[in-house]
């Protein structure tokens, strides 16, 4: 294989990792790169987050997964500038020519110019963060358990969730179901149902780009879980004990020591480095634009893909950056390389919307299936049946479906364990 095409792969996420296997037993020798070892499923990270799941749970070993394909090699590392003119990249361990470059590093927390609220107000992206957060959660109930100052212990019972998308309302959920049931008797200074759970959204609906319709279901659920909306508001600042909110009527500070923020995301710090020599243009969120093959205009033999890349659909909207996007992609020019190979005609990508999931609690989701709309129950399982299909790894998808169905008839979430968190005290 050594005088076989090379496709380096950057990132090991939905759409590389996909891309990665349409080309395992081809013609081409396959390089993925990813600075962990492993696969994550991001949109299970807030089961992490809230004890539901073990990190475990929803990763999987690269090298596991490509073991039995010789043509592809995995490796642990950072790249850290990408040379386009002379088809190379340094990597914290070398330099790696390529013939073809897939590039797929995702997103990571946007804070619209305020990252000084980074440490405050963690977003969900990674295992780090996901273990972070169930800390942060858990030990907000431990500290109002030692608090005697009523005033201290509703600011640890306060949680604000800021950004009203899936990641937020999954989140918002998640903590009332944790807070009602899982842990309402394991207290007894504090009734750990009486937490108060804000969610803050700048648009006039949560699920803005669901129909308004399952917009509403989805705020009747949450608010069954005491989760209070907060439409049309705006965070203007965030520190250690409180958050201030401006909306149409009036501006609120809240005393809060757990805020979490899932408002927002933009291009993986690799886009910056891409384009500090080059004359590649980005959009506002710092994303590769790319033509209708998945490539850099001015460099054909390098694509970008899942969130990293500003692709336009037939409307001349930028496609969302979520893992069916990556994977259709991933797979997509996995197939041009192929067809290419032989000289076959290329095509555009055309990316085919199967709908869109998002879960509340316990029996209540929502979802959009091309015209269908469904909510509560059925789309529940709906949401629990697509999830543990795209799950890699039978394995993986096992010990979760054992994990949810335990979690189901008894309310218990056995992973909630703190991990070298404190809150901040007075």
């Excluded at 149409?248 to 020599?277: C, M, P």
Aim: charge should be positive; hydrophobic fraction near 40%.
């Amino acid at each position: 294989m050594k005088d076989a095409p090379h496709v380096l792969i950057v990132g090991g996420g939905f759409g590389g990792l996909e891309a990665a296997k349409q080309l395992k037993n081809s013609p081409f020798r396959v390089t993925l790169l990813d600075k962990r070892n492993f696969h994550l499923f991001q949109p299970l990270l807030y089961q992490v987050a809230t004890g539901g799941l073990s990190p475990a749970d929803i990763a999987t070993p690269l090298r596991s997964i490509f073991r039995n394909f010789k043509n592809i090699s995995v490796y642990q590392k950072e790249v850290t500038s990408i040379h386009p003119n002379n088809k190379f990249i340094m990597t914290d361990y070398g330099k790696i020519e390529f013939d073809t470059l897939i590039i797929a590093t995702g997103s990571t927390h946007h804070y619209f110019g305020h990252d000084s609220w980074k440490n405050i107000a963690p977003g969900l992206k990674t295992i780090e963060d996901a273990t972070n957060i169930r800390s942060r959660i858990l030990q907000a109930f431990e500290e109002a358990e030692k608090e005697s100052d009523p005033q201290l212990r509703q600011n640890y019972l306060t949680f604000v969730i800021v950004g009203g998308g899936p990641t937020g309302i999954e989140l918002a959920g998640a903590i009332g179901e944790l807070a009602r049931h899982t842990m309402k008797n394991d207290f007894r200074n504090i009734q750990s149902g009486e937490a108060r759970i804000l969610l803050i959204e700048g648009a006039e609906r949560i699920l803005n780009v669901y129909p308004p319709e399952l917009s509403h279901k989805a705020q009747k659920f949450l608010k069954k879980l005491n989760v209070e909306i907060m439409t049309e508001s705006i965070v203007t600042d965030v520190n250690k004990e409180r958050v201030k909110i401006k909306n149409s009527d009036q501006n609120l500070e809240i005393g809060s020591r757990t805020v979490l923020w899932a408002a927002g995301v933009k291009a993986s710090s690799l886009s910056r480095a891409f384009v500090s020599d080059t004359d590649i243009e980005t959009d506002i969120q710092g994303r590769l634009r790319v033509n209708k093959y998945c490539q850099i205009p001015q460099y054909p033999e390098i694509y970008v893909i899942g969130d990293l890349a500003h692709f336009e659909d037939e409307r001349g909207k930028p496609l969302p950056g979520i893992a069916p996007v990556s994977m259709q992609q991933g797979r997509y020019v996995a197939k041009m390389l192929k067809r290419n190979l032989i000289g076959g005609k290329l095509s555009h990508f055309k990316y085919h919307n199967r709908g869109n999931l998002a879960v509340i609690g316990r029996k209540a989701a929502v979802a959009q299936l091309g015209k269908f709309k469904f909510s509560g129950y059925f789309a529940w399982l709906l949401w629990l049946f697509i999830h543990l299909m795209y799950i890699v790894g039978f394995e993986n998808r096992l010990l979760i479906f054992i994990q949810w169905s335990y979690n189901y008839f008894t309310r218990n979430r056995s992973a909630r364990l703190i991990a070298n968190y404190n809150l901040p005290k007075e």
